[in-house]
Nanobody, 124 residues
């Protein structure tokens, strides 16, 4: 498994931006698909964005497509989520996750390493 630590959450007004970061402990980081999930109170954890290890394949949920951008820096063992045009419905705890695969799984059950989460609150 991989140790993951998220940062960058906070309170932002609707229409604002935040950049989440996730630091990994594993030096074989490029062999891991990475993803961001979120979970709002009373709701199930949902996938937001995914990126493969080679950094040439990404996937976004329909809710965030065109507003969020996932990226990674394998030399720094980091993955990022740039969130623009934030909406109140984006409010949730955001989790970084890793899966040891050269594919790009969407199912959260395929991810066996998770961070502790960072709170994002979009409110005026």
């Amino acid at each position: 498994q991989v140790q993951l630590v998220e940062s960058g959450g906070g309170l932002v007004q609707p229409g604002g931006s935040l950049r989440l970061s996730c630091a990994s402990s594993r030096d074989t980081f490029e062999y891991y698909a990475m993803a961001w999930f979120h979970q709002a109170p009373g709701k199930e954890r949902e996938g937001v964005s995914y990126i493969n290890g080679r950094d040439d394949w990404t996937y976004y949920s329909e809710a965030v497509k065109g507003r969020f951008t996932i990226s990674r820096d394998n030399s720094k063992e980091m993955v990022y989520l740039q969130m623009n045009s934030l909406k109140p419905e984006d409010t949730a705890v955001y989790y970084c996750a890793a899966a040891y695969t050269d594919q790009l799984p969407i199912d959260p059950k395929e991810y066996d390493s998770w961070g502790q989460g960072t709170q994002v609150t979009v409110s005026s």
